[in-house]
């Protein structure tokens, strides 16, 4: 059977800043004091003008690429893990397989709101280790912040926008070595995002762009997350054949600190081998746990042999939680044509895109001309 090894890797943030100050300027009932002892969060980022959360997912993924000095045609497979999509239909993952000229891969959303990158790690795992893929892109990206209400201080100032992607390849080392996914959805009422699908109730709020408003009974998700994250962590280690002593690093999911320090507290794993970002970041939904990948990669907290564990949790309820062994030695570069030729490749695959569409346009003239001349 063959392994997913992560060999690429990036992440992708708004450049807008906003600190926490911030939301006391706007008039909003809270303090820096209380954000930042109650969560750990200092600052976050959001997306301006609109700007779709593909932008963010296709820059993420592009240095993916790089990073693994693969050709966009390599990829069988883009899983965009998203609650927050451009738009209802067609996935936003087709939109990211498209400008970055996958044009071999197919593509699809998949939504387990924050739990949702490793929700997706571990199918594109499945899809290698069954030979029914050999490259697939894994991305998680969200824009939280098109959905909060800013007048409600208790889920404002916890997110923010951002995305992180990996290139999962076959390999013949581990690689992935467990994994578990979780819901339990007679929670759906704790964390929801109500509108915009199917059922006609909403939860009556809209945020300022007219969108649906995030709604979440805070104290009753952190009690369960605390225990759910350390719960679905053991289940990996366990699996893998691992001990706790055998952990190098804990990458939870960034909702907040004190969930991350209780769910090492109870792993027993020292606070030196748990990493946390959630404080430049906030919540970044299904972007945290990559974009936390990154960081401690550039922070030279990964290193070839390193156990691994990810969790994390979120809307559904939901959870999954995967334990790898890291395999890609980190390069100190990426090698100066990387960037140069995947720059070229997607002004190709936009010539493409437009060549394919005015061809669309064109069969189609024809054909409607041949129908009316028959008729
Ligand atoms: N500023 C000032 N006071 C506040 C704020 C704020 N931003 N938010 C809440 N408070 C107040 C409350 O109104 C309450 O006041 P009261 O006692 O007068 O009623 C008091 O602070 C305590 O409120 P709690 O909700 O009990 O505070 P808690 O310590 O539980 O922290 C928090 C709240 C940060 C939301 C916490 O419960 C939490 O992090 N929960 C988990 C949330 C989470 O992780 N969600 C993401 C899941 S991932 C996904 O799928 C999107």
Request: proline share 3%; with cysteine; aromatic share 6%.
């Amino acid at each position: 059977m063959a392994f997913a090894q992560i060999v690429g890797w990036g992440m992708h943030v708004p450049d807008k800043v906003v600190g926490n100050d911030a939301f006391v300027k706007m008039g909003l009932d809270t303090s820096d004091e209380w954000i930042s002892s109650r969560t750990g969060i200092h600052e976050r980022r959001f997306v301006e003008n609109g700007q779709p959360v593909s932008d963010l997912a296709v820059e993420a993924a592009k240095q993916a690429l790089q990073v693994a000095d693969a050709h966009p045609r390599d990829l069988d497979l883009v899983i965009l893990a998203t609650c927050t999509p451009d738009q209802i239909m067609p996935s936003t993952a087709s939109f990211v397989q498209h400008r970055l000229g996958a044009d071999r891969a197919g593509a699809f959303d998949l939504n387990a709101a924050c739990a949702g990158f490793v929700y997706a790690l571990a199918t594109g795992a499945a899809q290698i280790e069954s030979g029914r893929a050999k490259n697939v892109m894994v991305v998680g990206a969200d824009e939280l912040s098109n959905h909060l209400n800013w007048q409600d201080r208790t889920t404002c100032v916890l997110f923010g926008d951002g995305a992180g992607a990996v290139l999962l390849r076959a390999s013949e080392e581990p690689g992935i070595m467990a994994s578990t996914t979780g819901s339990d959805g007679s929670g759906a009422g704790l964390l929801e995002i109500r509108g915009g699908g199917t059922k006609a109730s909403s939860n009556g709020n809209a945020s300022a762009n007219g969108k649906a408003v995030l709604t979440m009974n805070g104290p009753q998700i952190f009690r369960w997350a605390t225990k759910k994250l350390s719960e679905a962590a053991t289940q990996v280690i366990e699996e893998s054949d691992l001990t706790v002593d055998q952990v190098d690093l804990f990458l939870p999911h960034q909702a907040n600190l004190r969930i991350i320090d209780s769910a090492a507290k109870r792993l027993g794993l020292p606070r030196e081998k748990v990493f946390s970002n959630v404080d430049t970041y906030g919540n970044t939904s299904a972007a945290s746990i990559p974009i936390a990948l990154c960081e401690a990669i550039s922070q030279d907290r990964v290193h070839v042999g390193d156990n691994m564990i990810l969790t994390s949790f979120g809307s559904g309820l939901s959870w999954a939680a995967l334990a790898l062994r890291w395999g890609t030695p980190i390069p100190s570069s990426v090698a100066r044509w990387t960037p140069i030729r995947l720059q070229l490749e997607t002004r190709m695959a936009g010539l493409r895109s437009a060549i394919k569409k005015r061809e669309r346009a064109v069969r189609a003239t024809i054909g409607e001309r041949l129908n009316r001349d028959g008729g």
